[in-house]
């Protein structure tokens, strides 16, 4: 790399971190391409930031200094995570250098390439958090995150990119199908659950990682749901990417992440007694790509309604007919789920929403609000609101929601 670098170790002030943004906004993809043998090497958020804290320590904390904040309350952390949201936010602005960033993502994970065989031979496999079925052709991914009400952990990311990537993988899946589990959470023992979005416990402990959960989320899984499998990029016909349709199916709520999700879905089934809410204003987080994709189903008015004010919309009003497709008896959801998995298991469906997906949202308009995303939220993470939140949230008793 040409370009002289600052002289500065990684510091926590706003001057040393408004140095890094303007260096790297000149230079990230010089960095970059650095850090990836001129874009010859697709390295994946982990890598490529464990790279540049050893190759760059002036402009990205390294694994010794990430290493002090293992262990840390979210509120005794010193925020090095911000740093790399400098850095991510950079890399995302840069077009090349983004665009790069979002296929070496798209990629399948090697726990996945791991598992293959055994998903294709068995038709059955239990990841931990997620659990992959096949039936008839159809993938069911089912959610036992059971004991916080299937909300969403780094365990779940991860279960969750290498369960979408099997069903994407295997040739004898046609849909794929999302499905909340059985709950054994007092409150709602013996009901399926959804979604109840990011755990604030989690995040309260320090648990919830900028990289491994909130970036890799939006650049793993849910881009893969929504834009499918960059398998072989240079000999990929007539497609760069595998892709699939997918149908989630609510029952009792989607909050936060869960709402996040009906967007990227082809076709959702909510039971009559489920709701979906946003409540990102009072957690205090962006998210995730809500505030970009909202709005194209709600029109402006509502999804400030949702984001902002913290509106719930329960399946069976009027403004629900924006989200979700179906709205069934609770005991008619594993019925409703068969009818939607033969409608969508034809040819056409694949074509048609990959056009539906390049015209509503393209790959630049997805890069251009990733990186203003990664840096609002490795912020936001550190603000003195969440922290007061998550922790008054952490210390209500066991079994309160």
């Known amino acids: 790399m040409n370009a002289p670098a600052p002289e500065l170790a990684v510091e926590t ?13 000149a230079h990230a993809g010089e ?16 890598e490529l930031l464990r ?7 002036y402009l990205v904390p390294d694994a010794r200094l990430l290493a002090t904040e293992q262990g840390r309350l979210q509120s005794e952390k010193q925020g090095l995570e911000i ?10 602005g840069h077009p090349e250098a983004g665009r790069h960033l979002i296929d070496a993502m798209l990629r399948p994970t090697d726990r996945a390439l791991g ?13 931990g958090v997620v659990r992959v079925e096949r039936r008839d052709g ?6 036992h995150n059971d004991h916080c009400l299937n909300a969403e952990t780094n365990a779940h990311v991860e279960d969750m990119e290498t369960a ?16 909340g589990g059985v709950m054994s959470h007092p409150r709602y023992r013996g009901r399926r659950v959804f979604s109840a979005g990011i755990n604030l416990t989690d995040l309260h402990e320090g648990r919830i990682s900028y990289i491994d959960f909130l970036l890799r989320r939006e650049l793993g899984y849910i881009s893969k749901l929504y834009r499918g499998l960059l398998v072989d990029e240079d000999h990929a016909w ?34 009559a007694d489920s709701y979906v809410s946003l409540p990102a204003a009072q957690e205090g987080i962006v998210p995730g790509l809500g505030n970009l994709r909202l709005a194209r189903f709600t029109g402006g008015r509502t999804a400030r309604q949702v984001i902002l004010g913290g509106r719930k919309i329960w399946a069976t009003e009027p403004a629900a007919t924006a989200l979700v497709d179906e709205v069934v008896d609770p005991k008619a959801v594993d019925e409703a789920v068969d009818r939607a998995a033969a409608r969508l298991g034809v040819p056409a469906v694949m074509v048609n929403r990959h056009m539906l997906h390049h015209a509503e949202e393209p790959v630049e308009m997805f890069r251009d609000y990733l990186a203003e995303f990664a840096l609002q939220q490795s912020l936001r993470l550190y603000g003195e609101d969440v922290l007061e939140k998550t922790g008054r949230h952490w210390a209500r008793p066991a079994g309160a929601l």
């Open 13 to 25: 002030t706003p001057e040393s971190r408004l140095t890094r943004l303007r260096y790297l906004r």
């Open 31 to 46: 960095v970059y391409d650095t850090l990836t043998d001129g874009r010859t090497v697709h390295l994946r958020l982990d």
């Open 51 to 57: 790279r540049a804290g050893e190759r760059f320590p």
């Open 83 to 92: 740093d790399q949201g400098i850095f991510c936010h950079a890399v995302l």
């Open 115 to 127: 598992l293959l065989d055994d998903f294709r031979a068995d038709g059955d496999i239990d990841l």
């Open 138 to 143: 159809v993938t069911h991914l089912t959610v």
């Open 164 to 179: 979408v990537d099997l069903a994407l993988l295997d040739p004898a899946t046609t849909v794929g199908v999302l499905r």
């Open 238 to 271: 007539p497609q760069r990417t595998a892709q699939k349709p997918w149908i989630a199916a609510v029952d009792t709520f989607a909050i936060g992440g869960g709402a996040q999700l009906l967007l990227v879905f082809d076709h959702v089934i909510a039971a």
